[in-house]
DNA sequence: CTATAAACCTGCTGGC
DNA sequence: TGCCAGCAGGTTTATA
């Protein structure tokens, strides 16, 4: 469920609460995330180790531990991180920590599409590799996006959704930054020109900044550490929106299929061959 | 290289 | 009311 912003929100939620406090136990339900490390693992080392940094790449969570062990947490499509609910808190909690000061952090997913991997200090943290640069980073500018775009056909939208390229972007927000950025969604990611990827970064900026001061997208199981829903979702222009006028000029919103998922546009703000190179 | 499709899971909705 | 198909915020792997 969660991209970056959801996944930004849930750690400025966590850290404050957190950091700084010693994990006291670990607790490991019966069912298996996709990708789980062992519960020896994971009560190896975090029991009695203080959190020291909360952090996010792309959709991770990166818990920096005492002693130098790093637990990842990846939320998938469903998984959530509740501060104060009890360990059985519904039938999908698959992990449950207990911190000094009676604070208890619940990782549930319905799903069970999470990740919750632990490493040793000095470890590779592998999923991490993959992951591609933050839209909020100085490295990202129009050129280089144009430079990995170079030669490709592939549609814009599987580009943006590449978190190998830019990380963070999920279905909801591709689908919004390509209205507000009036480029169809199936435009080839090579034919973009310069300056349509500089529209396409700075309306990648303004909207996932919009949607953490908004506190994420709630389309159907996204909550924030306290249980809140976001607010985006009221502001959301095309996402979930087949068959309705559209906002800016009342035409019938379309979906098409991409990659195996659903993207929704406009097809009179978004034409087909405006920003070509 | 590119692009689907399938795989991993559960739950909800809409049509009949 | 029941059943079934289709769909859902993600990522990886296999296949053509």
Redesign the pocket.
């Known amino acids: 469920?969660?991209?970056l912003p959801e996944v930004e929100v849930i750690r400025r939620g966590l850290a404050p609460r957190l950091v700084g406090r010693r994990f006291l136990t670990v607790e490991v339900g019966d069912?298996?995330l996709?990708q789980g490390s062992s519960p020896g693992q994971l009560a190896r080392w975090l029991t009695g180790r203080r959190l020291m940094e909360l952090n996010r790449r792309?959709?991770y969570l990166i818990f920096r531990l005492e002693g130098g062990a790093t637990l990842l947490i990846?939320l998938?499509?469903?998984g959530r991180l509740l501060l104060g609910v009890p360990r059985n808190h519904g039938?999908h909690v698959h992990l449950f920590f207990t911190l000094e000061g009676g604070v208890t952090l619940a990782f549930q997913d319905?799903?069970?599409?999470g990740q919750a991997l632990v490493f040793a200090p000095g470890e590779p943290l592998i999923?991490l590799e993959?992951v591609g640069r933050e839209p909020f980073s100085r490295r990202v500018t129009p050129e280089w996006l144009a430079e990995r775009a170079q030669?490709?056909?592939?549609?814009l939208k599987?580009f943006l959704l590449d978190?190998r390229v830019v990380a963070g972007i999920?279905?909801?927000y591709a689908c919004e930054i390509m209205f507000a950025a009036g480029v169809h969604p199936a435009t080839p990611a090579g034919a973009l020109s310069l300056e349509a990827w500089q529209t396409v970064l700075n309306e990648t900026r303004r909207i996932l900044k919009r949607a953490i001061r908004q506190g994420g997208?709630?389309?159907?199981?996204?909550l924030n550490s306290r249980g809140e829903t976001g607010l985006f979702?009221v502001e959301l222009m095309v996402y979930g929106r087949e068959g309705e006028p559209c906002r800016r000029c009342g035409s019938n919103i379309k979906r098409l299929v991409?990659?195996?998922?659903?993207t929704f546009f406009c097809p009179r703000c978004q034409p087909k061959k405006r920003h070509f190179s």
């Open positions: 469920m969660p991209e069912k298996r996709r792309g959709k990846h998938g499509m469903t039938p319905v799903r069970r599409f999923p993959q030669g490709r056909t592939r549609p599987n978190g999920g279905n909801i997208t709630t389309v159907n199981d996204y979702q991409q990659a195996g998922r659903s």
